[in-house]
């Protein structure tokens, strides 16, 4: 457990760091990248603008990322339908998604419960979830998003890819900033999806064979219908 508290410690931590900064590096980043833009297009043979872009690209989704941990406390709960956030979401990555030779599928059980949560959140949770499993089958393949509902309560929302998988030791170290494994990965996005879950009450399992694949499941609570009682 005191591994435990000294990880909620170090979130706790990260997201009043984020609160304070995050902000204020947004500002002058938009107005350089809007700049270097301009340079570029006087100049479209230059190619160090394109560099100096990618490089301000990574640091607006670090920035990004940090900003996501900061909004908790402006954060919007309400009544959704989890059908229609996994929808959306993956109507707004179909893109890049074909791109990599990666098909979507979605099952969904009947008459699922309604969740209370913040739309965006989980959206960018489900986001994040989805873009892993596509940068982890870079020869393309299959993810099954897989929606059932739990025990009485509860709903599961179940993401599986058939990528790289990660190895079992690592599995404890994901969640953890800055762990990546990509050259051009910021190692926040599980990071933020396990805040997001948490402060949804929810919890978020990894589960993983390498060379098979990684399912990543969200257990969210439902919200449980009030009784129509007859006066
Ligand atoms: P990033 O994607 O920027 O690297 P994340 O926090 O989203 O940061 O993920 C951290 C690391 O966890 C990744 O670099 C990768 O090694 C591993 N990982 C996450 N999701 C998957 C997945 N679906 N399949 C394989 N590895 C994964
Ligand atoms: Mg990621």
Redesign the pocket.
């Known amino acids: 457990t005191e591994r435990i508290i000294q990880k909620s410690e170090k979130l706790a931590l990260l997201g009043q760091m984020a609160a304070g900064i995050a902000h204020e590096i947004r500002n002058p980043l938009t107005s350089i990248k809007g700049f270097i833009q301009l340079f570029q297009a006087s100049y479209p043979k230059e190619k160090y603008t394109e560099i100096v872009l990618s490089e301000l690209e990574r640091i607006n989704s670090i920035v990004g990322e940090f900003l996501v941990l900061a909004k908790p406390t402006a954060a919007v709960f309400a009544e959704q339908d989890v059908k229609i956030l996994i929808k959306d979401v993956v109507t707004l990555i179909n893109n890049q998604s074909m791109l990599n030779n990666v098909q979507i599928f979605v099952e969904f059980d009947s008459h699922l419960p309604m969740v209370s949560c913040e739309e965006k959140q989980m959206k960018q949770v489900l986001l ?1 979830l989805l ?3 596509i ?2 089958m870079p020869k393309g393949g299959n993810i099954d998003v897989k929606v059932m509902k739990k025990e009485e309560g509860k709903i599961s929302i179940q993401i599986i ?1 058939q ?4 190895p079992k030791e690592r599995i404890p170290t ?1 969640g953890e900033p800055f ?4 050259e051009k ?7 933020t999806c396990y805040k997001i879950i948490e402060g949804h009450n929810g919890e978020l399992k990894i589960d ?1 064979i390498v060379n098979v694949g ?1 399912t ?1 499941e969200i257990i969210l609570p439902t919200i449980t219908q009030p009784y129509l009682q007859g006066k």
């Open positions: 994040n873009q892993n499993s940068e982890a890819d990528g790289i998988g990660i994901l762990y990546t494994t990509k990965g910021t190692g926040l996005g599980l990071m993983s990684t990543i």
